[in-house]
């Protein structure tokens, strides 16, 4: 009775239009005051104890070396290399755009950062050189998604918070997806180029290809100074971090010299804004937690779930369901924050591997900002592009049904994710 009474509260507040983190602390709040004897003191006390936690600084550090890296001229580099290895095939300016993607999502961590950065220099090029509009569309707001799937990821970090699970694990589970993920967009893109001969760029020469990768290659450092620094055990992905966000502003600032200094509090500021939209969430979600925590939620909805008998299939099968409507009305730090502490404990009992799972939840993240009606990339894409949603939604559609097949995928063979952090003795 009590969690038809939460979710009730929860869902009538956002019906109403209000932002998701006040939804969740009122929620909370109004619950704990009329129906439990709990002092609000205690609630105060969990704003303080829910966030007090290590990995949560790394969250700030990877929104400035984002911005730093968005603003700084390295995802105009990234795609000359991108499409100077790839630009002679179908499609090839779409293809540089994949692999510029992931290139840009191993080091910035946000998908809309990656539809910034990557789409604003890539679609005007694309609709220069004959490419469709819609074409375009698809490629960079479905591979921007990338940038939470590919190590370093804001999510994955907020998944961590909630369940407890190695940030560096989740990370390295990340890579060999993220990967596979690309390539299979890269296929889609290749494919629908070569149905309908797309236009194809001169072969670059081997010399044109080492210029372009010495111009990035400061941009490409970075994934090795992250990956490298937490896979060696010199630091940990908070400190990792923080040392992506010195040597991003460093590289912006000094070595590319895209960005003035005086340029420098404006990022910093953005970021700020961004870290402190975040941090809020995170604080209401972490309260509402203790609520379900406090009222025995989730470990009644195990028992339940574990009564009627449902096995690991049918489980992982109701997750993905359940994460992908949710996908339709919140965004995914939220949907992470919300659903993890109700869901994870119904995995451990189920035997599923925590990181895993957490690799699970974060594609149906990605799915979930290529959709209406509040996929972010959308947004982000329709700002860039100057298409509407309902016309942005028809160009996704060949490159959306690719990741839901990968979510099949992910979701029922779990080697794919947890291999390489087991074989490198992370798990």
Known sequence: MNSLIIFGLLVGLMLTGMPISISLGLTVLSFLFFMTDVPIEAVAMKLFTGIEKFEIMAIPFFILAGNFLTHGGVARRMINFATSMLGHWYGGLGLGGVLACALFAAVSGSSPATVVAIGSILMP???????????????????????????????????????NTSVGALFMAGII??????????????????????PRQPKATWRERWASFRKAVWGLLLILVVMGGIYSGMFTPTEAAAVSAVYAFFVAVFVYKDMGLKDVPKVLLSSANMSAMLLYIITNAVLFSFLMTHENIPQEMASWMMGTGVGVIGFLLISNVLLLVAGNFMEPSSIVLILAPILFPIAMQLGIDPVHFGIIMVVNMEVGMCHPPVGLNLYVSSGITKMGITELTIAVWPWLLTMLIFLVIVTYWPPLSIWLPKTIGMM
Do not use: E, H, Q
């Open 177 to 198: 997806p993220g990967l596979v993920l690309a390539s299979m967009l890269g296929f889609t893109t290749w494919y629908r180029a070569w149905k309908n001969n797309y």
């Open 125 to 163: 090029a694309m609709v220069k050189a004959g490419f469709p509009k819609r074409f375009g569309a698809g490629v960079v707001t479905t591979s921007g998604a990338l940038g939470i799937l590919i190590p370093p990821s804001i999510v994955m970090v907020m998944y961590s918070v909630s369940t």
